[in-house]
């Protein structure tokens, strides 16, 4: 665990700006009638109104209907370097879908993201990995994909090699490793890149509890690295060491944001805000 108050870089320029941001899950498109249908329409109103539809009028038969997730609605915030953010919110409350959506990962329907500077997106270890592949061949991949030349290549092996210690099976297929082999290489390659921006779900910190200790040290290091932290967690020790300021997400919607002990105390206290 990182000891608290985290120290920022000074002087750092990357930024985060969301403006007017929605994300949508389309669940299913066509007009025939089925059992699933029959069933999501009978909840939709009861979903935290996060089911919606779109397409022409349910009162035609023939009518093409598209329902929707709405995960996330209407956001706007920035986020400046020296920030260290975490997203709080119920199951469901839409904070894995921002993370992805500020990683790149899935389309906005709506809305802007401007984001300054180099981003890392720790979700979960297995992330960008190719099973058919060696762990070598993985490695060399990824650095190919962040644009290392050879020399980068060749130091981002070493690296991840030394702390996945896989010996032999480093020029195996993946495919082959035990479960704990693969948490060891995916969370050595990922934390192997140090980025301006780091985006982190924190089932990226659970694993193998005789590596865990190894895993935080090297966590550490790339998230004190790091100028912007956007995490997301239900443990309320790691936001109150890890962050400095909140933002709380309810059906997809920011209904509080400000500093940690703040937002974590109306959190905690359960009242949800009115949306
Ligand atoms: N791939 C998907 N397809 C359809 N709906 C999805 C998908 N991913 C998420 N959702 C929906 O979007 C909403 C937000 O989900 P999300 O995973 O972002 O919530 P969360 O706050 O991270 O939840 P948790 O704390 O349980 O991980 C939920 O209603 C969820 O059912």
Redesign the pocket.
Known sequence: MLASPLPVPPGGRAFIDVTALSLD?P?YHGGARSLKKTVLSGVSGK?GG?LGRAGRSPDDPNATRRVV?Q?LRDLTFSVRSGERLGIV??????????LRVLGGIYEPVAGRIHTGGSVNTLLDTNFGMNLDLTGRENITLRGRYVGLDATGIRALEEDVEGFAALGPFMDLPVRLYSSGMVVRLGFGLATAIAPQILLMDEWFMAGDSRFRDKAHARLETVVRGAEILVL?S?MPDVLRQWCTRLIW?EA?RIVADGPVDDIMTRYESGAAPAL
């Not at 919110?89 to 921002?98: E, M, P, Q, V, W």
């Open positions: 899950f669940l979903v996060r997730v995960a919110g119920r199951n469901g409350a839409g904070k894995s879908s921002l997301t239900h997400l997809g």
